[in-house]
T-cell receptor
Framework: DGGITQSPKYLFRKEGQNVTLSCEQNLNHDAMYWYRQDPGQGLRLIYYSQIVNDFQKGDIAEGYSVSREKKESFPLTVTSAQKNPTAFYLC?????????????FGSGTRLTVV | RKEVEQDPGPFNVPEGATVAFNCTYSNSASQSFFWYRQDCRKEPKLLMSVYSSGNEDGRFTAQLNRASQYISLLIRDSKLSDSATYLC?????????????FGRGTQLTVWP
């Protein structure tokens, strides 16, 4: 079955470390997105990519980096510059710029700074 | 000004009740509208799209008022399994950017 796979499900990071969250999809979707969700908060867009080798900053890109070398993969790196990284991270994909079908989400990664 | 505003609730209703959620959006050029459901500590899942003429899916009815920039979701005959957070979602102002904006969500608890 097609879908989006995020790994790991839980991740613990020490202060000052960079960590990379994986997101892979086999839906043949062109667009991929990273969102962050904090308790009681809405989803906030970190980065998104409409095509391979191209991506744009979202609303809260500082302290994060991404790459899109393959259509299927859109990893997110949380750098040590991100001051408050503890959150629930959600990866999503869509067919393309046409959002008539909305997003499909992965099951998320919970990142905790220890 | 937030792109999407929702009443956060919580709404606590008995089984069998009818409950309505409302949402407003700020960008008159938004083109796509959705309701997503998010269970505790899970990812959001698409509940239904919202069309200008209004649409129904079983016990769920969605309405869109473009003039007022207002979206609603009606749940009839509530079930215990309807307990979740409901997210109102709208697209950006055009197809060139291709992103969605999410409301903070309205929390629903259905009790026996």
């Amino acid at each position: 079955d097609g879908g989006i796979t995020q790994s790991p499900k839980y991740l613990f990071r020490k202060e000052g470390q960079n960590v990379t969250l994986s997101c892979e999809q086999n839906l043949n979707h062109d667009a991929m997105y990273w969102y962050r969700q904090d308790p009681g908060q809405g989803l906030r867009l970190i980065y998104y990519s409409q095509i391979v080798n191209d991506f744009q900053k979202g609303d809260i890109a500082e302290g994060y980096s991404v790459s899109r070398e393959k259509k299927e993969s859109f990893p997110l790196t949380v750098t040590s510059a991100q001051k408050n990284p503890t959150a629930f991270y959600l990866c999503a994909s869509s067919i393309g710029r046409n959002l008539n079908y909305g997003y499909t989400f992965g099951s998320g990664t919970r990142l905790t700074v220890v | 000004r937030k792109e999407v505003e929702q009443d956060p609730g919580p709404f606590n209703v008995p089984e069998g009740a009818t409950v309505a959620f409302n949402c407003t959006y700020s960008n008159s050029a938004s083109q796509s509208f959705f309701w997503y459901r998010q269970d505790c500590r899970k990812e959001p899942k698409l509940l239904m799209s919202v069309y200008s003429s209004g649409n129904e899916d079983g016990r769920f009815t969605a309405q869109l008022n473009r003039a007022s920039q207002y979206i609603s979701l009606l749940i009839r005959d509530s079930k215990l399994s309807d307990s979740a957070t409901y997210l109102c979602v709208v697209s950006d102002r055009g197809s060139t950017l291709g992103r969605l904006y999410f409301g903070r969500g309205t929390q629903l608890t259905v009790w026996p």
